[in-house]
């Protein structure tokens, strides 16, 4: 049996993709919307889904109720998500979330420490972690349909 070249690549890429691993999710704390402080680390056990936003940035506001149904759909099959808002100044965010009327949790990274950690270079920036906590998927940034990208990853790692 002969196999042409592009056979060829494909059988590379999928043996290369089945060997190569994640990478472990930096931990971190931020505070909460609620003012409480979540940990990273103490999410492990759960996919958890960073959507790293701004309520400047006009796909974020289109993402944002999107993710809020994501979130109340898997939250009880063992999904967390955090919206994480990288403004210096958070009343913005905080008006856009009231405006929205969204439920996920948002926390704040007015300093950008965690955003450079996760190497955010794109608004929005999606990052899904898996159970074990290692970077599962990059998203960034958005357009019309991603969302199903994203409940597709999702359900792959809640079944893992």
Same mark, same amino acid.
């Given at each position: 049996?002969?196999?042409?070249?592009?056979?060829?690549?494909?059988?590379?890429?999928?043996?290369?993709?089945?060997?190569?691993?994640? =990478?472990?999710?930096?931990?971190?704390?931020?505070?909460? #919307? $609620?003012?409480?402080?979540?940990?990273? =680390?103490?999410?492990? %056990?759960?996919?958890?889904?960073? +959507?790293?936003? =701004? $309520?400047?940035?006009?796909?974020?506001?289109? #993402?944002?109720?999107?993710?809020?149904?994501?979130?109340?759909?898997?939250?009880?099959? %063992?999904? #967390?998500?955090?919206?994480? +808002?990288?403004?210096?100044?958070?009343?913005?965010?905080?008006?856009?979330?009231?405006?929205?009327?969204? $439920?996920?949790?948002?926390?704040?990274?007015?300093?950008?420490?965690?955003?450079?950690?996760?190497?955010?270079?794109?608004?929005?920036?999606?990052?899904?972690?898996?159970?074990?906590?290692?970077?599962?998927?990059? +998203?960034?940034?958005?357009?019309?349909?991603?969302? +199903?990208?994203?409940?597709?990853?999702?359900?792959?790692?809640?079944? #893992?």
């Amino acid at each position: 049996m002969k196999l042409s070249l592009p056979a060829l690549s494909v059988i590379f890429l999928l043996a290369f993709a089945a060997f190569t691993h994640a =990478a472990p999710a930096p931990d971190f704390t931020l505070k909460s #919307e $609620s003012g409480d402080n979540v940990r990273l =680390a103490e999410q492990r %056990g759960k996919v958890v889904m960073l +959507n790293f936003w =701004a $309520s400047w940035c006009g796909p974020c506001r289109t #993402e944002m109720p999107l993710l809020d149904d994501m979130y109340k759909r898997y939250n009880k099959a %063992g999904f #967390e998500l955090y919206g994480v +808002n990288v403004e210096q100044d958070t009343a913005a965010a905080k008006k856009l979330i009231e405006d929205l009327g969204v $439920s996920l949790p948002v926390l704040y990274d007015p300093d950008s420490k965690v955003s450079k950690l996760y190497k955010v270079d794109a608004m929005p920036t999606t990052v899904v972690i898996d159970k074990k906590g290692e970077v599962r998927f990059v +998203n960034r940034g958005y357009k019309a349909g991603d969302e +199903n990208k994203y409940r597709d990853q999702i359900r792959e790692l809640i079944r #893992e």
